[in-house]
């Protein structure tokens, strides 16, 4: 019955995690296919882009709810069903999942984004903190920095770090009650989304990552084209 189990909370999440907001967004308010502008990825960074900053932080946030959504599905609608030291693996299954269905959709030819709005959502489901801390992070290197693809690396590699740091501690011990379920998660999913921006990672050494936030602003001002 496990194995049953385990496969609900794959499908839960693959199929939340799926759904390419950012897609629908910029068709529905721009009429544009987010596929062929920029990256071409489904996610926060290239929908705003494609559409602008409101559609932009519209992505990122719905992006986050679907991973939040699908791990409280999973925790409502199986934990009663699984014991309480399994539940937490089914949750982290389902916060894989999302990550996976986001990057690979079905519904866009198994194209989609690099991951961050879904992971960040499963772990904030976990830890409800783990939202600020995301929205502080990729806040100031996204519109200071300007490299969406760090800023991703680098809240992905967040996670886990917070997961184990709260398990070493005990700090936050009556918010949450992490297991190694929760780590492990925050690691698969940190390689994960490492594995989807390699592309950028390879631009990044080139010097030819592109810049979003201040950066692109500068950059895009009379005078600095050439930079």
Not at 52 to 64: L, N, Q, R, Y
Not at 156 to 185: C, E, K, M, R, S
Request: with cysteine.
């Amino acid at each position: 019955m496990s194995i049953f189990y385990i496969f609900c909370a794959v499908l839960i999440g693959y199929f939340l995690g799926a759904i390419p907001f950012g897609k629908l967004y910029v068709w529905y308010f721009r009429g544009k296919d987010i596929q062929e502008i920029g990256s071409g990825r489904t996610g926060g960074t290239n929908s705003l882009r494609a559409g602008g900053w409101t559609i932009g932080f519209m992505t990122a946030f719905s992006d986050v709810l679907k991973g939040i959504v699908a791990v409280l599905i999973t925790r409502w609608f199986l934990g009663n069903f699984v014991s309480a030291d399994f539940l937490p693996w089914l949750e982290v299954a389902t916060g894989i999942f999302s990550v996976i269905g986001h990057n690979w959709s079905v519904f866009v030819r198994f194209g989609g984004g690099a991951g961050t709005g879904p992971n960040v959502g499963w772990a904030s489901a976990i830890f409800p903190p783990m939202f600020p801390i995301a929205f502080i992070v990729m806040g100031i290197m996204i519109f200071v920095v300007g490299w969406a693809s760090v800023a991703s690396m680098t809240m992905a590699l967040i996670i886990p770090v917070v997961f184990v740091v709260i398990a070493i501690t005990g700090q936050w011990a009556g918010l949450v009650a992490i297991t190694p379920a929760y780590i492990v998660g925050g690691i698969i999913t940190s390689l994960i989304v490492g594995y989807a921006l390699r592309g950028n990672f390879v631009r990044l050494f080139k010097g030819e990552e592109r810049v979003v936030g201040l950066r692109a602003r500068r950059k895009n001002q009379p005078g600095n084209a050439h930079s």
